[in-house]
């Protein structure tokens, strides 16, 4: 049956390979601590999970033409599932809107083996590692940042960045300036902002964290109306 061509396997291959040494990453020493402490030490609510306490990789479709990018892993959520934007409020909100865009299979983000598949977006982060108090140092947020130039790199069919909150969106800028792509001044972020960086658009959105999404600085309409943006900015390149 007729279908869209697959990703070329070293896509997928080398996105494999980019997640396996992330995963093993010890660059940061505050955050190893913070993470391994967050691990051992856990919430009461997830007293009995086993977590991850280790970087966090990106995933989603290697043919996405939208890289979703966060600002790093929940203590509680990716820190604990080994998956982005998995197990906290942030991914219920998250997920949520991109099973209504048509992105994702299921509504719920909960864990590996879950079942949740990505179509067209992929979703990864500047920071890997859950920092404490989500504040990464600035030396963090450079260590880091390869590995989401990396991926930018791999993913050739990108063309829309969607950086939820100002440090992504920073830290995307920086990305795509290590890549070659500079523009001056640095565009600025704004919820629904567009910036043209070479081949791709950059479009903003407040970050789906409870601070946001509880007061209604960001409701399911608006990040609606972001998704239905990218998928058209998507379509068009
Ligand atoms: S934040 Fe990034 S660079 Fe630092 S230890 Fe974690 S994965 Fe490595």
């Known amino acids: 049956m007729p279908g869209r061509p697959r990703a070329e396997p070293d896509v997928a291959y080398e996105?494999?390979?980019?997640?396996?040494?992330?995963?093993?990453?010890?660059?940061?020493p505050r955050l190893v601590a913070w993470r391994e402490l967050v691990a051992r030490e856990k919430v009461a609510r997830f007293a009995h999970d086993e977590y991850w306490g280790r970087p966090v990789p990106g995933w989603g479709d290697?043919?996405?033409?939208?890289?979703?990018?966060?600002?790093?892993?929940a203590a509680h959520g990716g820190n604990r599932t080994g998956r982005i934007f998995t197990g906290d409020r942030s991914g219920d909100f998250l997920f949520a809107a991109l099973h209504r865009a048509g992105f994702a299979n299921r509504p719920t983000s909960i864990g590996w083996g879950d079942g949740l598949k990505l179509r067209g977006v992929y979703v990864g982060a500047v920071n890997?590692?859950?920092?404490?108090?989500?504040?990464?140092?600035?030396?963090?947020?450079?260590?880091?940042?390869?590995?989401?130039?990396?991926?930018?790199?791999?993913?050739t069919s990108v063309r829309v960045v969607l950086p939820l909150g100002a440090y992504a969106w920073d830290g995307a800028v920086?990305?795509?300036?290590?890549?070659?792509?500079?523009?001056r001044p640095a565009p600025r972020f704004g919820h629904g902002l567009e910036a043209r960086i070479g081949p791709y658009t950059l479009l903003?959105?407040?970050?789906?964290?409870?601070?946001?999404?509880?007061?209604?600085?960001?409701?399911?309409?608006?990040?609606?109306?972001v998704l239905e943006r990218a998928k058209q900015l998507a379509r068009s390149d």
């Open 15 to 28: 996105l494999t390979r980019l997640a396996l040494e992330v995963s093993d990453c010890f660059r940061c």
């Open 128 to 155: 890997r590692c859950a920092p404490p108090g989500n504040r990464p140092t600035p030396v963090e947020r450079d260590n880091c940042l390869p590995y989401l130039v990396r991926e930018l790199r791999t993913l």
């Open 62 to 73: 290697p043919e996405a033409r939208i890289l979703i990018c966060g600002l790093a892993p």
């Open 204 to 225: 903003g959105t407040f970050h789906p964290s409870q601070q946001n999404t509880f007061t209604g600085r960001l409701t399911g309409s608006m990040m609606d109306t």
């Open 174 to 183: 920086r990305a795509l300036a290590a890549l070659g792509e500079v523009v």
